[in-house]
């Protein structure tokens, strides 16, 4: 289970996060949505633990993974290596390599992928490791529309294989309808959580159409 | 990619036969016992390396540069890493780094002679301290360089520290060790000469500390060609090709 409890988080004296209070349960995809800018990413990063000057607790599992906005591979080492250095048994790595459709390239240096590769090898990374948490930051902005639809419906393949509690942070409603079981939307100076949306049930993880009218009335 | 090379390499050959030709020929038309020409240099190589004193004095100067050699990367690698990594033990320290950066080296090693004795470990200290500072100089930048976002990766997936100083930070600064490298052993097979003559009674700066009393300039050039021959197999046999296994990820 994850517990955030943030008081105050601020940068300089200007204060960009204020009391934002929410949990995340195993097996639980969570969205956090929200317009550019509004502080989604500083809050992910609190949680990764990556900036801990900031006023609150939060509290949550030992294993956790990350793909950030850009891939963040080590790019002198191969793909396989860039999963086995971040603690991936070798045998998962295959597996998840071969998932991704990246199998043929292993051996690759990361250096020498497409953007569109590596970022797949970013998030084949993020799932190799069996984390009990899984933060995503963007991971699909700057693929194109047929390129995030089947990075998404990989993601959630490997999801269901092994179910763990998903924390997506994401501009899109849209995306955050297609994936998430409950979106916080995140909003004002300093942000706080200005809406929680459950989404139901019947259109939870279908993707496409259902989702994308969800999101419409969303907005409306 | 023959065709350049192999011609780069013969304009090389033929530039450095015309540099030796015209050494020959100056000498034999100077006629004078201190501007000897490149055959009476090779005579006094000949007889130098058969008496075996080249050789052993040869040796003793490079197990010097490579004892200080070591010294200086390793202990410069460790300051400038750290001082780049920390920004108040650079502040701390900025001003004794470049206060040894600008300390000459005949300064340096009239000091620790005067401090610590005509030693051995007097003569490596001297070496060591003149290229330390360029070292951590260098390394300080290259660690001011590295990437913020891979640390930020290798802590969230929680690299061990010697998983993140292999994988992470090392292939970082191998293109700094190198240049450190690089300029180190330049500015070491400078200094050794002069710290051998000032205080060992042997080596090659020792030896030509003698020929000089002597005005033996065919001795002097003997040893010089003998010593640049030795660096330059170092530089194009040792260091290019561990630069070249070591950066060839970037292709």
Same mark, same amino acid.
């Not at chain 1, 994850?2 to 995809?29: C, N, W, Y």
């Not at chain 1, 899109?172 to 998430?180: G, P, R, S, V």
């Given at each position: 289970?994850?517990?955030?409890?943030?008081?105050?988080?601020?940068?300089?004296?200007?204060?960009? +996060?204020?009391?934002?209070?929410?949990?995340?349960? $195993?097996? =639980?995809?969570?969205?956090? /949505?929200?317009? %550019?800018?509004?502080?989604?990413?500083?809050? +992910?990063?609190?949680?990764?633990?990556?900036?801990?000057?900031?006023?609150?607790?939060?509290?949550?599992? /030992?294993?956790?993974?990350?793909?950030?906005?850009?891939?963040?591979?080590?790019?002198?080492?191969?793909?396989?290596?860039?999963?086995?250095?971040?603690?991936?048994?070798?045998?998962?790595? &295959?597996?998840?390599?071969? =998932?991704?459709?990246?199998?043929?390239?292993?051996?690759?240096?990361?250096?020498?992928? %497409?953007?569109?590769?590596?970022?797949?090898?970013?998030?084949?990374?993020?799932?190799?490791?069996?984390?009990? +948490?899984?933060?995503?930051? =963007? $991971?699909?902005?700057? +693929?194109?529309?047929?390129?995030?639809?089947?990075?998404?419906?990989?993601?959630?393949?490997?999801?269901?294989?092994?179910?763990?509690?998903?924390?997506?942070?994401?501009?899109?409603?849209?995306? /955050?309808? /297609?994936?998430?079981?409950?979106?916080?939307?995140?909003?004002? %100076?300093?942000?706080?959580?200005?809406?929680?949306?459950?989404?139901?049930?019947?259109?939870?993880?279908?993707?496409?159409? &259902?989702?994308?009218?969800?999101?419409? %009335?969303?907005?409306? | 990619?023959?065709?350049?090379?192999?011609?780069?390499?013969?304009?090389?050959?033929?530039?450095?036969?015309?540099? #030796?030709?015209?050494?020959?020929?100056?000498?034999?038309?100077?006629?004078?016992?201190?501007?000897?020409?490149?055959?009476?240099? #090779?005579?006094?190589?000949?007889?130098?390396?058969?008496?075996?004193?080249?050789?052993?004095?040869?040796?003793?100067?490079?197990?010097?540069?490579?004892?200080?050699?070591?010294?200086?990367? @390793?202990?410069?690698?460790?300051?400038?890493?750290?001082?780049?990594?920390?920004?108040?033990?650079?502040?701390?320290?900025?001003?004794?780094?470049?206060?040894?950066?600008?300390?000459?080296?005949?300064?340096?090693?009239?000091?620790?002679?005067?401090? *610590?004795?005509?030693?051995?470990?007097?003569?490596?200290?001297? @070496?060591?301290?003149?290229?330390?500072?360029?070292?951590?100089?260098? #390394?300080?930048?290259?660690?001011?360089?590295?990437?913020?976002?891979?640390?930020?990766?290798?802590?969230? *997936?929680? *690299?061990?520290?010697?998983?993140?100083?292999?994988?992470?930070?090392?292939?970082?600064?191998?293109?700094?060790?190198?240049?450190?490298?690089?300029?180190?052993?330049?500015?070491?097979?400078?200094?050794?000469?002069?710290?051998?003559?000032?205080?060992?009674?042997?080596?090659?700066? *020792?030896?030509?500390?003698?020929?000089?009393?002597?005005?033996?300039?065919?001795?002097?050039?003997?040893?010089?060609?003998?010593?640049?021959?030795?660096?330059?197999?170092?530089?194009?046999?040792?260091?290019?090709?561990?630069?070249?296994?070591?950066?060839?990820?970037?292709?």
């Amino acid at each position: 289970m994850l517990r955030v409890d943030v008081r105050e988080k601020s940068f300089a004296a200007r204060v960009v +996060l204020a009391d934002i209070r929410f949990e995340l349960p $195993p097996g =639980e995809i969570l969205a956090l /949505a929200g317009p %550019s800018g509004c502080g989604k990413s500083t809050l +992910l990063r609190l949680i990764a633990g990556l900036d801990r000057g900031f006023i609150g607790r939060i509290a949550g599992p /030992a294993r956790v993974a990350m793909a950030f906005q850009e891939p963040r591979l080590l790019p002198w080492r191969s793909v396989r290596d860039n999963l086995l250095l971040a603690g991936a048994p070798p045998a998962v790595a &295959a597996e998840m390599l071969g =998932e991704l459709g990246l199998a043929e390239a292993a051996e690759v240096p990361a250096d020498r992928l %497409s953007l569109g590769m590596a970022r797949r090898v970013a998030l084949a990374r993020a799932l190799a490791v069996a984390p009990d +948490l899984l933060l995503l930051d =963007e $991971p699909f902005v700057s +693929l194109d529309a047929a390129g995030a639809a089947r990075a998404r419906a990989l993601l959630l393949a490997a999801w269901r294989a092994r179910p763990c509690a998903v924390l997506l942070v994401t501009h899109d409603l849209t995306e /955050a309808a /297609a994936l998430a079981d409950r979106i916080l939307v995140l909003a004002g %100076s300093p942000a706080g959580i200005a809406e929680q949306i459950v989404v139901p049930e019947a259109i939870r993880r279908h993707g496409g159409e &259902a989702a994308a009218r969800f999101a419409m %009335s969303l907005r409306a | 990619m023959a065709g350049p090379v192999g011609a780069g390499a013969r304009t090389r050959l033929i530039s450095l036969a015309v540099l #030796l030709a015209l050494w020959e020929a100056a000498g034999q038309i100077a006629h004078s016992r201190v501007a000897p020409p490149l055959s009476k240099v #090779l005579v006094v190589l000949a007889r130098e390396t058969a008496s075996g004193a080249l050789l052993e004095n040869l040796g003793v100067t490079l197990w010097r540069i490579a004892a200080s050699f070591v010294l200086s990367m @390793v202990l410069g690698a460790a300051l400038g890493i750290a001082m780049g990594r920390r920004p108040g033990l650079d502040r701390a320290l900025d001003v004794w780094l470049t206060g040894l950066l600008n300390l000459p080296a005949l300064v340096v090693t009239v000091l620790l002679y005067v401090w *610590f004795g005509l030693t051995e470990a007097a003569a490596i200290a001297a @070496v060591t301290l003149n290229k330390l500072p360029t070292t951590a100089v260098t #390394l300080r930048e290259g660690a001011r360089a590295l990437d913020p976002q891979l640390l930020e990766m290798a802590s969230v *997936f929680r *690299f061990s520290r010697g998983r993140v100083l292999g994988h992470v930070v090392l292939p970082q600064l191998a293109p700094y060790f190198f240049a450190a490298a690089r300029s180190g052993l330049a500015l070491i097979w400078k200094v050794v000469l002069v710290v051998e003559l000032l205080g060992r009674s042997s080596g090659v700066g *020792f030896q030509i500390e003698v020929y000089f009393q002597e005005f033996d300039v065919a001795g002097i050039l003997a040893y010089t060609l003998a010593f640049a021959v030795v660096v330059l197999a170092l530089e194009w046999g040792v260091l290019q090709p561990l630069e070249r296994r070591a950066l060839a990820w970037r292709r």
